[in-house]
């Protein structure tokens, strides 16, 4: 939704992510957690906020070959777009989040240096290759949380229960559905491969 976006990038988001705060606070009062934990892509691109009203946060920024992104976001966009339109336009879609994820991810590599490297992590989608336990340990000390061994033997039943392709795997083509290779869609993101250690998939 264009209009949406376009209000969404307009606004300081500082007062939002106060009124968040505002309700964990409350959330906490009635019934606890003391720690919480947040996920959501917006935060990349909404450092100064967030780091603003959570000035105490460890982040954990999780990076991949936007490649990989856009296309996952496009060609699912599409399936849905088939319930829901009578027509679907493969180059909007296209358009469309290539410039959303240029955008957030342009946000990400200005602001980066606003959260401390010690209270930050940066885990690389290429290292979650049968290595997610010991990145794990490493968020636990960087947010300063045990990892109690029942916690992380827990952990490691999920992932070994819940290996990679378990359920199969998209297979994605880029030039025959949207128009574009992957080569030429990665060369917009060259700031992010500049900046991050981030590898094409």
């Known amino acids: 939704m264009p ?9 300081d988001h500082t007062r939002h992510y106060a009124y968040l705060r505002k309700v964990l606070q409350a959330l906490t009062f009635l019934r606890g957690p003391q720690t919480w934990i947040l996920k959501s ?25 936007p490649v990989a992104v856009v296309q996952s976001a496009i060609t699912m966009m599409a399936y849905s777009d088939r319930l ?21 991810l342009s946000a990400c590599v200005r ?15 290429h290292q979650l290759n049968g290595n997610e ?8 000390r960087c947010g300063g949380v045990e990892l109690a061994p029942k916690v992380r033997n827990r ?9 990679r392709g378990k359920h199969g795997r998209i297979r ?8 574009v290779s992957a080569d030429e869609l990665r060369g917009r993101f060259d700031f992010y491969f500049d900046r991050l250690d981030v590898r094409p998939e």
């Open 41 to 65: 892509p917006q935060h990349c691109e909404q450092l100064g906020p967030l780091m603003a009203n959570f000035p105490d946060a460890t982040v954990a920024f999780t990076h991949r070959d």
């Open 155 to 163: 952990f490691q039943q999920y992932l070994d229960g819940n290996p």
């Open 3 to 11: 209009d949406w976006r376009d209000y969404y990038l307009a606004l």
């Open 84 to 104: 829901r339109r009578t027509s679907i336009d493969p180059g909007w879609l296209l358009d469309y989040w290539t410039d959303r994820v240029h955008r957030l």
């Open 111 to 125: 602001d980066r240096d606003l959260v401390p490297s010690e209270r930050s992590i940066d885990v690389n989608f």
């Open 172 to 179: 994605y083509d880029l030039q025959r559905h949207f128009g």
């Open 133 to 140: 336990l010991s990145l794990l340990e490493q968020l636990y």
